[in-house]
C-alpha cells in the first residue's frame, strides 16, 4: 500500500483536540488525539479510534453548527501521503510524509479505561 493520503484535523469544538485520519479500506479510518500530535521522537499520545469518515472528508475546513454532532472549527493541521509498514489487529506502523508529521509512527492498542484506546508516537 502506497501514496494513500492521511490528514490531521484541528477540531476546536467542546475541547480543542486533533483528528488523525488514515486512508485505508476506502475510507478515513480516526483517531482522537487529546493533545497536539508529536513531531519529535520520546512523546506519546493517547488516540480513541472513533468513527470512519468519507475520503471527501480529507478536504474539510469549516464550522460544524451548533447542535450537530463534533460541533465547533475544523481546520486541517497537516495532510500528506503515508504508506503502511505493518498492520495488525493492535498495531499500525507507518510512515508519515506530511509538512509537520514526518517519518515512522506507530499507532499501538492499549487497554485504557476500556475504550478502544492506541497509543500512537514518532519511533526510530
Known amino acids: 500500500m502506497a501514496g ?6 484541528e477540531h476546536n469544538a467542546t475541547h480543542l483536540h486533533y483528528d488523525l485520519r488514515l ?8 483517531w482522537t488525539i487529546p493533545k497536539e500530535p ?4 520520546g512523546i506519546k499520545r493517547l488516540a480513541i479510534r472513533t468513527e470512519d469518515h468519507p475520503l471527501e472528508y ?42 509537520k508529521l514526518i517519518g515512522k509512527y506507530a499507532l499501538i492498542r492499549t487497554k485504557f479505561k476500556g475504550k478502544d484506546s492506541w497509543l500512537f508516537f514518532k519511533r526510530k
Do not use: M
Open 4 to 9: 494513500k493520503i492521511f490528514v490531521v484535523h
Open 23 to 30: 486512508e485505508i479500506g476506502g475510507v478515513l479510518r480516526s
Open 38 to 41: 508529536p513531531e519529535k521522537e
Open 58 to 99: 480529507a478536504d474539510f475546513e469549516g464550522i460544524l453548527p451548533e447542535g450537530s454532532y463534533g460541533a465547533g472549527t475544523v481546520r486541517i493541521w497537516d495532510k500528506g501521503e503515508f504508506n503502511v509498514e505493518i498492520e495488525k489487529d493492535s498495531e499500525l506502523l507507518i510512515e508519515l510524509k506530511g509538512k
